[in-house]
Each structure stands twice: as structure tokens, then as C-alpha cells.
């Protein structure tokens, strides 16, 4: 495992995925929809590589834990397509505000940030 893996969400390999697949004219179900290939594709690349998630400090049993597994949210595609293609700030939260009906067709599906609830 490379140093780094183990907290790593984004490889080279996803980004260019995100790329690929990416319009800004994508549905909400189609962003959903790449979210979903993402993950998979993360658990996927995780599992063969054998990276496990990085060790972290409980301070109530006070003992080493693994901590949870990083998951990709639609937020967070946006963002990477911002570090990659160099959007502006103000370009990514228009993507992810689209139309400001996002926020409202999430609560109408019951979706929060990483999936259904």
C-alpha cells in the first residue's frame, strides 16, 4: 500500500472516470446514478489493493480503531471535477445549487449527502 492510500478517496484512475462520464447538463439521477459507479469503483479498487482505512484514536475506549471506509458524495465529484478542471468556486456551488432545486429534491427523496438515508 502507498503511503497516503489509506485515507485517499479520489484515484487517479476515478478522476478519470469523472471525466469521462461527466456533462454539466447530467440529470440528478444521472449524478446519482455516477456517485453509485464511483463508489463501487473505490470499493472495488480498495478491496484488490488491500487498503484498509486508517488507524484512528477512540478517546471513550480509549484503544486504535480502523475508521470508516471513505465513501464519494455528489458534493465531493463536484469538488473534484472543480480541482481538476480548474472551475472556480463560484462554478462548482452553481453545479451543485442547480437551479436551487436540489436541496429540496433531495429532502423530497429522502437522499442526504452520501446516498439514501
Known amino acids: 500500500m502507498a503511503s497516503g492510500d489509506a485515507q485517499r478517496t479520489w484515484f487517479p484512475e476515478m478522476i478519470e472516470m469523472l471525466h469521462q462520464t461527466w456533462s ?7 449524478l446519482l446514478a ?3 459507479r464511483l463508489e463501487t469503483t473505490l ?3 480498495r478491496s484488490e489493493r488491500h487498503i484498509l482505512p486508517a488507524m484512528m484514536w477512540c478517546p471513550h475506549c480509549q484503544a486504535r480503531h480502523r475508521s470508516a471506509p471513505p465513501k464519494v458524495s455528489v458534493r465531493a465529484m463536484i ?3 472543480g480541482r481538476s478542471l480548474n472551475f472556480s468556486h463560484f462554478v462548482a456551488r452553481q453545479i451543485w ?4 432545486m436540489f436541496p429540496l429534491w433531495c429532502r423530497a427523496h429522502r437522499l442526504q449527502r452520501r446516498g439514501p438515508l
Open 24 to 30: 454539466a447538463s447530467m440529470s440528478e439521477n444521472e
Open 34 to 36: 455516477l456517485r453509485d
Open 43 to 45: 470499493e472495488t479498487m
Open 79 to 81: 469538488l473534484a471535477l
Open 97 to 100: 445549487w442547480r437551479r436551487g
